[in-house]
């Protein structure tokens, strides 16, 4: 049985490099165009191509979304565009369009033509429908169960993709106009303006009988999934996504880095303990700032998989800097929250080995003054340290 794929989402090139070091098998990217988040794309086909040459170098393969439904006006280039990504190295495309899907299939290219969860697929006669057409593989809805994925897994022989972790909508995916309608954002074109996480008024007919101080959104939980992993490898699933194209560094390390030790461990010993799940659920979750959940995949989502007064969000000061560089007993830092003399600093890479330090005091880069608290955003610091620690490894705050 060949080992399940680990996908993860990037909105850039540097994005992209930390996926594939910390452990995906594959990264999905949107380009410049015909993506849902063209508009906050840095990707031209030529950082495709450096993406794509970085991830070969490391096993990993490049997926980019085509995943616009267009209009008359969205579709000019398409051809020379679906070429361009060919040409480059691409290994798959993320169709939400079946005209799109078609094109891509008769220009005959070496890309597989993955179809994306937009279609909302949630049964497997409507999979071994998209089979026909000659699609390599389908992203199911986020709508279904894990009996559900279980026994649509036992019915289709072709590729089956599922999401494991990151946000959901409130809408079945892709079917949503409430952005359209309230800010003429067009979500299927890229637009999104989350107006489902926004706070409303609660009327009965005319009458407000929400409290003032207690506003409402229609916002889920964010889905994490590390309990179902085991199933999802054991029913055959072809590949797990992590969702998040705009994710930060930090979030994109931590949640890539703690699903792929999850699935090694589980691929190394056959199952996972109570206490070893808890353990990559306790490091998958270090980055998150909004509530999780199942998702769909325990039951139907009820009151607790979904955040009805706003400000949930919980701002976490979690990540305190980056290293940028190792040169002898010295580490150059990035950093992006506040920390002190004596505060613990857990230093994690791809491995599972967390480096602590207790600390003491740093050089600033730009002056080499002495500094025991460093608290400007961006600015850079040397600390001295004999500890394994290298480039892109990332700190977190530690206990
Ligand atoms: S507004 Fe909310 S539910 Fe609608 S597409 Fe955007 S994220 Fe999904």
Redesign the pocket.
């Known amino acids: 049985m060949r080992k399940i794929e680990l996908l993860a989402p990037a909105g850039d090139l540097e994005r992209l490099k930390i996926a594939v070091m910390y452990g995906a098998d594959a990264v999905f990217i949107g380009g410049k165009r015909f993506s849902l988040r063209s508009r906050a794309s840095n990707f031209e086909i030529a950082d495709i191509k450096a993406g794509v040459d970085f991830a070969n170098k490391y096993g990993s393969e490049i997926h980019v979304t085509i995943n616009m439904l267009p209009h008359d006006g969205d579709i000019v280039g398409l051809e020379e565009y679906i070429l361009d990504l060919e040409a480059v190295g691409v290994k798959a495309v993320i169709c939400a369009s079946l005209f799109i899907a078609q094109k891509v299939l008769a220009l005959n290219t070496s890309m597989e033509v993955h179809l994306s969860t937009q279609q909302s697929t949630l049964n497997h006669l409507a999979v071994q429908f998209y089979a026909d057409l000659g699609i390599k593989r389908v992203v199911l809805g986020r709508e279904l169960s894990i009996g559900q994925i279980e026994n649509l897994m036992d019915k289709v022989d072709i590729d089956i993709e599922a999401f494991i972790h990151g ?1 959901m ?3 079945y ?2 079917r ?4 359209n309608f309230m800010t003429l954002r067009d ?1 299927n074109r890229g637009g ?6 926004w706070s409303y008024e609660v009327f009965d007919k005319d009458q407000v009988i929400s409290d003032p101080e207690v506003l409402y959104s ?2 889920s939980k964010d889905l994490m999934s590390a309990a179902y992993i085991k199933r999802l490898i054991a029913a055959n699933v072809a590949s797990l996504k992590i969702e998040g194209r705009m994710k930060s560094l930090y979030y994109i390390a931590t949640v890539v880095r703690g699903y792929r030790h999850l699935i090694d461990e589980i691929y190394a010993k056959g199952e996972i303990s109570e206490a070893a799940l808890n353990y990559h659920i306790s490091e998958i979750t270090r980055a998150e700032n909004r509530p999780v959940a199942s998702g769909f995949y325990e039951n139907e989502p009820g009151v607790d998989e979904h955040i009805y007064r706003v400000h949930a969000e919980r701002v976490t000061h979690d990540f305190l800097g980056r290293v940028l560089e190792r040169d002898g007993n010295k580490i150059l830092i990035e950093v992006r929250n506040k920390f002190e003399k004596g505060d613990i600093l857990e230093f994690f890479g791809p491995s599972q080995k967390v480096e602590k330090l207790e600390f003491d005091y740093a050089l600033a880069a730009d002056s080499n003054e002495e500094i025991t608290i460093c608290n400007q955003p961006m600015s850079k610091v040397w600390i001295e340290t004999d500890l394994a620690i290298a480039e892109d490894f990332f700190i977190r705050k530690g206990d």
């Open positions: 946000g909508c409130s809408n995916s892709g949503c106009t409430l952005s979500a999104c303006a989350q107006s489902c996480r229609q916002s």
